[in-house]
């Protein structure tokens, strides 16, 4: 009995997730259910934001955002880079001087496939800027004050010549095509958007003077 319960069961979610897989655009409004169902309800969301044709600049949850590995990696790497470049630029300063520096970096974001990140926005590029004031005094310590703002921005669109695999527990059952979404959008039923967030983080640093 337990086994065909659980058959049962697989059955019937199987047969909610394949009605995104009917090539008509109202069977597409299925994969909000589909999403949640199948664990990916930050691509739902954003999926439900597409039908709903607007093409309004939406932002993520942002301690959803911040707790994504991809994203905890883009953070550390460009703090390291831009600290680093701080460092260099810190070279060149004269003993005793006030100083201003600004820059930036980017890192790459490719989400894991076929997580709810993936599915939600999918590649992008992840940008941060620091804004940092300082003193060196005459024994070339120095005393600096910056802030570095990180800002995470992907367009949501429908990329030619692939698809999603909506149910992974049976690979190549339930594939849908990115033609779907693209069909959509050249009907005027839906429309591709931004997503944007961005923080700011603070911090006070006192180390000696680099030197070349």
């Known amino acids: 009995m337990a086994g065909n319960s659980a058959r049962r069961s697989d059955e019937n979610e199987l047969a909610g997730l394949a009605v995104f897989a009917e090539p008509t655009f109202p069977a597409s409004i299925a994969a909000l259910l589909a999403g949640r169902a199948a664990g990916y309800p930050h691509a739902a969301d954003n999926l439900d934001h597409f039908l709903g044709n607007t093409g309004a600049t939406i932002s993520f949850d942002e301690d959803w955002l911040r707790s994504q590995p991809e994203v905890e990696q883009a953070v550390w790497q460009n703090e390291q880079v831009l600290r680093a470049m701080l460092e260099v630029f810190l070279i060149d300063q004269s003993a005793e001087s006030d100083f201003e520096y600004s820059q930036k ?12 990140f993936f599915y ?3 590649g992008s590029t992840f940008t941060s800027w620091i804004s940092a004031k300082g003193k ?17 921005k992907d367009y949501y669109d429908w990329e030619v010549d692939l698809s999603t695999d909506l149910y992974p527990a049976r690979p190549g059952t339930l594939v849908v095509g990115d033609d779907l979404g693209r069909t959509a959008v050249a009907a005027g039923l839906a429309s591709e958007f931004s997503i944007e967030n961005s923080w700011i983080v603070f911090f006070h640093d006192e180390f000696q003077k680099p030197e070349e």
């Open 120 to 122: 939600a926005a999918g």
């Open 136 to 152: 060196i005094d005459p024994y070339n310590n120095v005393k600096v004050d910056f802030e570095i703002k990180h800002n995470y």
């Open 105 to 116: 970096s980017e890192a790459k974001i490719d989400p894991e496939q076929g997580s709810d």
